[in-house]
């Protein structure tokens, strides 16, 4: 049986890939692609942002049950803001030493439902191996202590990472978590602290290529490349550029073997992306601020505790946002005000047992709830009343949804706003925007995502190796793949 290497790429988009590929910049997934199988439209998990995509990923499951809501959200039980290390100016608000433990260890050991079972801990239970390389979600049944640097040490002081935290039995973070193997990995300039303690690109395929050339790969290993989206966020306009980098260090990973063609004899490859990115405009018009937006209303200062004089709380997730009412009557007034911005493309809230939407563009609301006469391409059941146009829903045939701007719409935004039992409206910008608040990242004239828009939530997806006989998927979704690898393991 062989092996399976899954490569994730951070913000790798289809049109790049094609493009990178066409003019000969991308060989390796050239390779790849022309002897594998490949779709030019997977779709992601909504909010497009890296801590929900994976953690749906691992689980094979939409955010309702793994409970990830985003990778900044509030959470009520201890009336504080998550945040899993998403902008230098928030964390330091935040506290470094609180959004690393946050990350390190609640992330995989208290946010991530028990009631879903990871990849890692399912091929574990069906005698299988497993590894990841770099992931932030890693959960598995083996326990690990944290190695902290000396300087993570100091930034962290008002927060021991002391826990023991869960991953598979190839595990790595860094230079923060690492597994023990023989030969070890020996120490590399990547793993610096200039280079994010190995949080880096050539860490991770350095560390894959160790364990190819001692063969100490398990039967699956995850690797996470995130340079791709750090450069593009700065400059999408050099994105084939930034992907053909890219595709030098999987040459490099293909040429440990004695042709590429063997390489695919021994192991299935996966290569996909976690999302999208879209480009910001480049003026002040194109950030949405929210704060000017919800002026009047007492809105918790970022980085506070939510007091019972606030009336709202924002989770800014770039192209996507969060609004938490915290009192009665609220909830009204962030729709309504939502609805006057032309640039917010959807408004959705929870209602009875479905959902809500608004747009800022577009007449007209929908509701809509699971179960019901209609199935979409996915095989879901709904009913669907009100104004598809808000949606940008179709009718395949008398009974069939099909979808437009916002590929698997319906479940997407619901199950987004059913990650947590308590009220909140999620938001999703048009291409173009970006949501800004207090110490938010933003990115004018750059590269950004989040949204429920197809370009925040299309990704390539190419798999080589595993025969051409069958495609598995006529409509691919990243929260498909897990039981698709169990079912290659099996």
Not at 154 to 181: H, Q, Y
Not at 192 to 201: L, M, Q, V
Request: aromatic share 10%.
């Amino acid at each position: 049986m062989k092996k399976v290497i899954f490569l994730m790429i951070d913000s790798l988009m289809p049109e790049v890939l094609e493009d990178c590929i066409k003019n000969g910049q991308a060989p390796a997934l050239q390779f790849l692609k022309d002897r594998g199988q490949y779709w030019s439209h997977c779709t992601s998990v909504f909010p497009t942002m890296t801590a929900t995509v994976d953690c749906s990923l691992i689980t094979g499951e939409y955010p309702d049950q793994h409970r990830i809501p985003a990778l900044i959200w509030y959470k009520p039980e201890e009336r504080r803001i998550i945040n899993y290390t998403n902008g230098a100016l928030p964390v330091l608000k935040l506290g470094f030493g609180q959004c690393a433990y946050d990350v390190i260890c609640s992330l995989n050991d208290t946010h991530l439902s028990k009631n879903v079972t990871t990849i890692y801990e399912e091929l574990k239970e069906r005698g299988r191996t497993a590894g990841s390389i770099n992931l932030i979600a890693h959960r598995g049944q083996k326990k690990y202590k944290i190695d902290l640097p000396f300087l993570l040490k100091l930034a962290t002081r008002s927060r021991k990472l002391e826990d023991e935290i869960s991953g598979p039995e190839l595990f790595t973070l860094g230079r923060v978590v690492r597994s023990t193997f023989s030969p070890p990995l020996p120490w590399g300039w990547d793993e610096s602290f200039f280079r994010s303690y190995g949080i880096n690109d050539d860490f991770a395929i350095r560390m894959l290529k160790h364990l190819l050339q001692h063969q100490l790969l398990p039967d699956f290993t995850m690797v996470y490349l995130p340079d791709n989206d750090h450069q593009v966020h700065r400059n999408p306009r050099k994105a084939r550029g930034i992907l053909s980098k890219v595709d030098q260090k999987l040459q490099s990973v293909l040429n440990q073997f004695s042709t590429w063609d063997q390489a695919l004899e021994d192991y299935i490859f996966i290569i996909t992306g976690d999302h999208g990115q879209t480009l910001v405009g480049p003026t002040s018009e194109h950030n949405v601020n929210l704060e000017e937006l919800y002026s009047g209303l007492n809105i918790t200062p970022y980085g506070e505790k939510s007091k019972p004089e606030n009336d709202l709380l924002i989770a800014n997730n770039e192209r996507m946002a969060y609004i938490y009412p915290l009192k009665s009557g609220v909830m009204e007034e962030i729709i309504e005000r939502s609805r006057q911005d032309k640039r917010i493309d959807v408004i959705g809230w929870k209602e009875k047992d479905g959902v809500c939407v608004y747009s800022g563009d577009r007449e007209g609301k929908l509701f809509y709830r699971r179960g019901g006469s209609l199935q979409d391409i996915y095989g879901a059941s709904w009913t669907v009343e009100g104004e598809w146009k808000v949606l940008d829903l179709q009718m395949k045939d008398s009974s069939t949804i099909t979808y437009g701007e916002y590929p698997d719409g319906l479940a997407r935004l619901s199950t987004a706003l059913y990650s947590q039992d308590i009220p909140m409206v999620a938001l999703s910008a048009k291409p173009g925007y970006e949501f800004k608040s207090a110490y938010a990242p933003t990115h004018l004239n750059g590269g950004s995502h989040g949204s429920l828009h197809w370009k925040d939530s299309t990704v390539p997806l190419l798999i080589s190796g595993a025969g051409q006989d069958q495609r598995p998927f006529e409509y691919p979704r990243l929260v498909d793949l897990k039981n698709y690898i169990v079912k290659l393991l099996s």
